[in-house]
């Protein structure tokens, strides 16, 4: 347990220099709430007073990153920890204190962490401290971005929630939130949106069974993104029928700030029923049907409407064709009729057995993003950008140990550069038949970009809910058609895992581990873990 973890702080802090600042407001809670900080096992915490730099990251990744580029300067902690989702984490009394007493912070982004990381993060941070967003910045240093490629095959369209626009006309930040609300729906039955997580947990966004409360300003069926981002989601309908659903959109700033009203807009969806006439019934002159690829409902921050973007091809990120709402027919055709699962979770639908109309989500899992694949360290040579900007930026904030810090990055350089070469060596030695990759996460595409390897799938795990039929034929036929001789989980995925590992034993193939956003008791640092994964590919990959 650290000695400081129960001491209680003094109301200033001192910066490396000695300046002494005032703490901020959002953080001025935390002292008080220090004795529940107490208990033994907890995450190491940084200190209100110190000769070293304090620094604080969001990943356990990027925590060792800084670590060897400050070596004995700087104090460094994570809020993720290790075998922590940096997707999913909700950060504790402990991560925040953390992030008060930090001289400089740096975070992934690209919208990789949980927004409540980030505004952990941006809340509490003092206003003199250094906040560096690696992927944004590390471009400068040559780091190469890669788009967020999404190309589920499904039957259906793929329909999900957009805010397009970064809204810093209004002043919004990362830490800015948009609200898309449904206020109003018509049609013969029910219609419900919302959301699977990664092992089977819903959470319900809209719904109509109960009414839409203008009164409280439609807290219950409203749904938070952050402005420039995207998010997947099922639509369910109990009756085949002409249904309408009205959303309206308002991005707020800061907690302190008026809303900023974004618009209003109805979508026609034709659930079970022929489009066109859907169309003719809601008096749409000139209808657009989306019936396959992907679309976003959107909320349009440059020009304050809603309207729909769609790509036909399903490319998630190329959705960029915008419609107007109100021209908008979306097909929930007669092949969308699925059976309600088994499950508490699901029984806001029906009973277990009963059939609705659905739009499946795709990719399961809480997966709000942007249109930059953020998992830039997969590839050694980003990892080496990240490097560079993390000294320069420790230089920046602690000049007196600037010599220091150049020699460690240039020590470090040198380690990342030799890991890269290693990687690649390894990788060069699977048949080029043999590399394709499948795994359940989604975090691969820069490892599969910079070593000549291909993603041919992903497979979130939801051992919940039982897995469709079609789910598990498709991925049963990727595995056969190429051939590969192994699959490949994560490690603080495989314990919770169904589908990828029964499929592999079903076709009598091996699972494998590799590392995507977070380290193991075993596998501890960046360099080890890009050669642990370069290992596993070539030892599995090869026959």
């Known amino acids: 347990m650290p000695a400081d973890a129960t001491t209680e702080r003094p109301r200033s802090l001192r910066t490396p220099a000695g300046k002494t600042i005032s703490k901020p407001l959002a953080a001025i809670g935390i002292a008080a709430g220090l004795a529940l900080l107490a208990g033994c096992g907890a995450k190491p915490v940084l200190a209100a007073n110190s000769d070293r730099l304090q620094v604080i ?90 788009p967020l490629v999404e190309n589920a095959n499904l039957d259906t369209v793929w329909l999900g929630l957009r805010v397009q626009g970064d809204g810093a006309a209004y002043g919004a930040s990362r830490t800015s939130q948009v609200l898309i609300s449904a206020t109003a729906a018509t049609g013969p039955g029910d219609v419900y949106a919302y959301l699977t997580g990664s092992f089977g947990q ?17 807290r219950d069926d409203t749904m938070s993104l952050p402005a420039d981002a995207h998010t997947h989601l099922s639509w369910a309908f109990t009756e085949p029928g002409v249904y309408t659903l009205t959303l309206r959109a308002e991005l707020r700033v800061d907690d302190a700030s008026r809303p900023v009203g974004i618009g209003q807009a109805t979508y026609t969806f034709a659930v079970g029923v022929n489009p066109a006439k859907a169309a003719e019934e809601a008096g749409i002159a000139d ?11 959107t909320a349009n921050l440059d020009t304050r409407t809603l309207e729909a973007r769609y790509d036909p091809a399903g490319g998630g990120e190329h959705t960029q064709q915008a419609h107007a709402a109100g021209r908008v027919v979306i097909d929930v055709p007669a092949k969308a009729l ?101 795994t359940t996460h989604d975090a691969f595409g820069y490892l599969a970009n910079a070593y000549d390897l291909t993603v041919a799938g992903f497979v979130t795990p939801n051992p919940s809910a039982e897995p469709s039929l079609a ?35 079903e076709q009598g193939i091996e699972v494998c581990e590799i590392y995507g956003d977070t380290f193991s008791d075993t596998v501890t640092s960046y360099t080890q873990m890009m050669r642990f994964n370069a290992d596993s590919l070539r030892d599995c990959l090869t026959n």
């Open 57 to 146: 990251t969001t990943t356990g990744i990027l925590r060792d990153l800084v670590a060897h580029v400050g070596g004995d300067q700087v104090e460094v902690v994570s809020l993720v920890p290790d075998s922590g989702d940096p997707h999913t984490y909700e950060p504790t009394l402990r991560d925040a204190r953390n992030v008060v007493y930090a001289d400089v912070a740096f975070s992934n982004y690209a919208m990789l962490e949980e927004q409540s990381v980030i505004k952990t993060l941006d809340a509490n941070l003092r206003g003199d401290a250094v906040s560096v967003s690696l992927a944004e910045e590390a471009v400068k240093y040559a780091a190469e971005i890669i």
């Open 338 to 438: 699925a059976e309600i699962p088994v499950g508490s979770q699901y029984t806001f639908l029906g009973h277990a057995g009963d059939q609705v109309h659905q739009l499946a989500q795709a990719v399961l899992g809480k997966h709000v993003h942007g249109e930059i694949d953020p998992h830039l360290w997969q590839d050694v040579r980003n990892a080496m950008a990240y490097a560079q900007l993390i000294r320069d930026t420790l230089i920046g904030a602690d000049p007196s140990h600037a010599r220091d810090y150049t020699t460690n990055a240039s020590v470090y350089l040198a380690e990342l550069e030799a890991t890269d070469a290693y990687v690649r060596g390894v990788i060069e030695q699977i048949p080029e038949r043999g590399r394709y990759l499948v």
């Open 471 to 505: 789910d598990r034929r498709k991925l049963t036929e990727t595995i056969r058609s190429l051939g590969v001789p192994a699959v490949f989980l994560e490690p603080n995925l495989a314990a919770r895992s169904s589908t990828l590992t029964e499929v592999a034993a």
């Open 202 to 218: 819903t959470e319900v966004y809209f719904d109509s069974s109960d009414g839409f409360d203008a009164a409280n300003g439609y």
């Open 287 to 297: 209808p657009v049907f989306l019936d396959q690829g992907h679309a976003d409902l």
